[in-house]
């Protein structure tokens, strides 16, 4: 073999553009060199299910579901348990997580599984922290309810160095929602991309992501969500899908009594997008704004056309944003 395919810098770059997933596990087989390389990059670069972490710390992994009453389909829950934690499982779980930086999570884990790591939290704490490299975290359901014991799971993959934030549209549990409001931006303060789904959860806010630039919500949310962004003074860009403002969830018949404020002030957000949604709401949003320095107000796939009325109401918008194109 030649030496500069010895020199990790070089095959990084090899690697790291060129070759698909598969390729990188060919790879792999070449030599023990090339297999700890393309391995550590596919640890490091790809999104990892967390249930395939969780075989690191024992080998035997059980899917436990229980069914509704009723065997209804989507009311089943599910989550995962495993068998005994020793030293070495702890050891392989602990340096395969500081290699993740993209993680998935579907299910989380039972109560046993939960008093076991935390048992071996305390008696191998000399091992190390897990996941202290994690970048992104994305938070999916799958169309199954998750156990009471989602918010533990969450914790454990909590960490400092997030930086993104991802939660699925069928992720709108209230626990989870306000474990992603309040407990994340506590723990790790430089989240700066956050993608939320349907907000069901009246209280939630974003005012404590004071490094956050980019929004994304996926469906419905609650007018005191929309106030709070007004303390996150990087927010830049911020992309609306099938917006609605839960307003009769509040009581009112009429959206506009559930604000508390005449308007909401961003001093830095640039882009304002809508992908689909009601006009009508998309002018309540506007009209409640202010955002001296938008550049960008995009509007597609909506479920009606401007009217109107409707239509002076965004043009207002540019006299109070003279940056908008």
């Known amino acids: 073999m030649h030496r500069a395919l010895k020199v990790p810098e070089i095959l990084n770059l090899i690697f790291k553009d060129n070759f698909s997933d598969r390729d990188l596990v060919r790879c792999a087989l070449v030599c023990r060199l090339w297999g700890i390389w393309t391995l550590d990059l596919l640890w490091g670069t790809r999104p990892i299910p967390f249930h395939n972490v969780l075989r690191f710390l024992a080998p035997a992994i059980k899917r436990i579901e229980i069914e509704s009453w009723n065997k209804d389909p989507s009311a089943l829950v599910a989550y995962w348990e495993i068998g005994k934690i020793d030293p070495d499982g702890w050891r392989r779980f602990v340096a395969i997580s500081n290699k993740i930086t993209i993680i998935t999570i579907d299910l989380g884990i039972g109560e046993k599984t939960i008093e076991q790591i935390k048992h071996a939290t305390r008696s191998f704490n000399d091992l190390g922290e897990p996941f202290s490299n994690l970048r992104t975290l994305r938070i999916g359901s799958g169309g199954i309810r998750w156990h009471h014991t989602f918010t533990y799971t969450l914790s454990l993959v909590t960490v400092p160095s997030l930086s993104h934030v991802l939660l699925g549209k069928k992720s709108s549990m209230c626990n989870t929602i306000d474990w992603v409001c309040n407990s994340v931006p506590a723990i790790a303060p430089n989240v700066t991309h956050l993608v939320l789904g349907r907000v069901w959860a009246l209280n ?24 709070s962004l007004a303390s996150c003074p990087l927010l830049e860009k911020i992309v609306l899908v099938w917006c609605t403002i839960i307003g009769s969830v509040l009581g009112y018949e009429n ?24 006009p009508n709401i998309i002018v309540a949003l506007i009209l409640r704004s202010r955002m001296p320095m938008l550049e960008h107000l995009c509007c597609d796939g909506l479920s009606a056309p401007f009217t109107g009325n409707t239509l002076d109401h965004v043009l207002v918008l540019t006299n109070k944003a003279p940056y908008v194109k």
């Open 255 to 278: 959206p506009d009594l559930a604000w508390r404020v005449n308007y909401v002030y961003f001093p830095a957000l640039r882009t304002l997008k809508f992908r689909r949604g009601y």
């Open 204 to 227: 939630a806010e974003a005012s404590r992501y004071a490094a956050l630039k980019y929004l994304q919500i996926q469906g419905g949310f609650p007018t005191q969500l929309w106030e």
